[in-house]
């Protein structure tokens, strides 16, 4: 596969991509939060989560959607801050969170109750949780609070492609300050195609104009830029996702040989829930949770987060010899 040019692929994110007004100020903080964490003694990771969306209009009515629930990104924060990280969290907007994503399929007014009959009668009446519809919320509420009066946790927001790609770009010079101890797991369902802007109706795609076709562009590859020049010290973890399990590996592979980093999570859609395979240069680890696993609620995510935070480690000793 030809490498991407990054002096072109820099080129490209400046011209076609919106650059989000926000973006200047969210890399300072990303950077002191890096720093910050590392002088206590913590490596930080920065992860992304969730799809991207690729607006087809410029006053967007319509859009093209990536396919991600956002579980993947959000239980893997917590199990890295678990092993001692802080996290940097570049999730899309609404997409599942760390900690709330146990409880999101409850409706929160069935979780809460009056307490005693006399504030079911006014409107002010004092509001309790029942336990019984929220089970472990006091042992995850408690995590939650370490977590936050810790500041173990940055959240980010995008929603669009661009907002993505320029912050990703900002949080791989932010980190770059950190060297080997930054890592990037890139969870996140990106788009590989979109219409630039200078190519975008205005207004809203008129059925009356027959049926749609559309003509995509193809997104740049950001890995290259990122491994060979925004943070070329860091740990950098990506993801490939697959509808076809006999292609997987092979991808996986030749994304490794392509952009030089340091490890892949190959997966299928159907089944990425108990089976991914860690794809590095030198090795290849099926993860694979069993009947009993699930039965004790475990998640794959822990075993991703550990076998990475160990390559990891190998890395950072590597690095300092
Ligand atoms: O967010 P989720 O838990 O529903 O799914 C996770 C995932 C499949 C989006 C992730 O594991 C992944 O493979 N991300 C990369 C997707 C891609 O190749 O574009």
Known sequence: MAEPRISSIDGKLAEEFAVPSHVEEVKEKMAAFAGCHTAAGRRVVLITSGGTKVPLESRTV????????????????????????????LHRHRSLYPYSRMFLTINMLDALQFRGEEGASSNTGEVVVDQQVLPNIAKVLKRYHEVKDGELLLPI???????????????AQALSTIGSK????????????????????????QSSNGPLQLSMKMVPKILSPLVKEWAPQA???SFKLETDATILLDKARRA??????????ANVLDSRRGYVVVVTPETQAELILTEEDVKNEVEIEERIVSNLTSAHNKFITQQVV
């Open 256 to 265: 490794l040989d392509t952009y030089r980093h340091q490890a892949v999570v």
């Open 182 to 205: 930054a890592m990037f797991y890139l969870a996140a369902a990106v788009s590989d195609f979109y219409i630039p802007a200078s190519e975008m109706p205005e207004h809203k795609i």
């Open 157 to 171: 927001e995008f929603s669009t492609l661009s907002e993505y790609l320029h912050l990703l770009k900002a949080a």
């Open 62 to 89: 319509r859009f093209l959607d990536n396919f991600s629930s956002g579980r993947r990104g959000a239980a893997s924060a917590e199990y890295f801050i678990d092993s001692g990280y802080a996290v940097i969290f």
């Open 235 to 237: 740990f950098v973890t």
